[in-house]
């Protein structure tokens, strides 16, 4: 089967840096995304990793270890509109589709 | 603008109602997915289509009914649900069904009274 695990909530503070870990079991793992959700609104693709290492795109990195099936999203600078839900996404080639974690509610506080 | 649009957006519907969801993608995409999200619960995959054939039924129970007329839209048929269908169904596109980048659209929430 399938799973993913990741934090259920993050509390930090404006202009922080927080990181949202993400194991996963998965046969036939190609790759991990990230997407964020605010409240009401529809998820956002953020970033992928397919290769191990870290992957920067503005504020957000994101970083895979294929051998430790782990992989993290990485907030820097936190500003009080990061404040909603992250899922992270195993792609699977064999089914072809993506596994989506439980999502992990970050809070940011002034 | 994420390319993906939904109607309707919001949806209040009796057991015993019929009614359907439509998705539409502007992106040129070739696959499409429905998936529902409780509250407080992750997304879960529905269905998929790639070039408008069903490549994945997830289980679904039969008072859902998917149709994909062509690569741009999407519907999710209504007929007969519970309570416990109340949720947020969203429609998502990707450029293939190997495509790690999934884009959503703002999703319908569902209310079955």
């Known amino acids: 089967g399938q799973s993913l695990e990741q934090p259920s909530e993050v509390t930090a503070v404006e202009g922080a840096i927080v990181q949202i870990n993400c194991t996963y079991q998965?046969?036939?793992?190609?790759?991990l995304s990230w997407y964020q959700q605010h409240d009401g609104g529809a998820p956002t693709f953020l970033s992928y990793n397919a290769l191990d290492g870290l992957e920067e795109t503005g504020r957000f990195s994101s970083f895979l270890s294929r051998s430790d099936s782990y992989g993290y999203l990485l907030l820097q600078e936190l500003q009080m509109k990061d404040s909603a839900s992250y899922f992270c996404a195993a792609y699977n080639t064999n089914a072809g589709k993506s596994t989506f974690g439980d999502g992990t509610t970050l809070t940011v506080k002034p | 603008e994420t390319g993906v649009t939904q109607t309707p957006r919001h949806l209040v519907m009796g057991m015993t109602n019929k009614k359907s969801l439509k998705c539409e993608q502007h992106l040129g995409h070739n696959a499409m997915y429905w998936y529902k999200q409780s509250a407080k619960k992750p997304l879960e995959l529905m269905f998929v289509?790639?070039?408008?054939?069903?490549?994945e039924n997830n289980s679904v129970p039969s008072r859902f009914s998917p149709e994909c007329p062509n690569s741009s839209h999407l519907f999710l048929h209504l007929h007969t649900l519970q309570p416990e269908d109340s949720a947020l169904y969203l429609c998502?596109?990707?450029?293939?069904?190997?495509?790690?980048?999934?884009?959503f659209g703002p999703g319908t929430r569902l209310t079955v009274t």
């Open positions: 998965t046969s036939g793992f190609y790759g």
């Open positions: 289509y790639n070039f408008k054939e069903q490549t």
């Open positions: 998502a596109s990707s450029s293939r069904t190997d495509s790690y980048e999934q884009y």
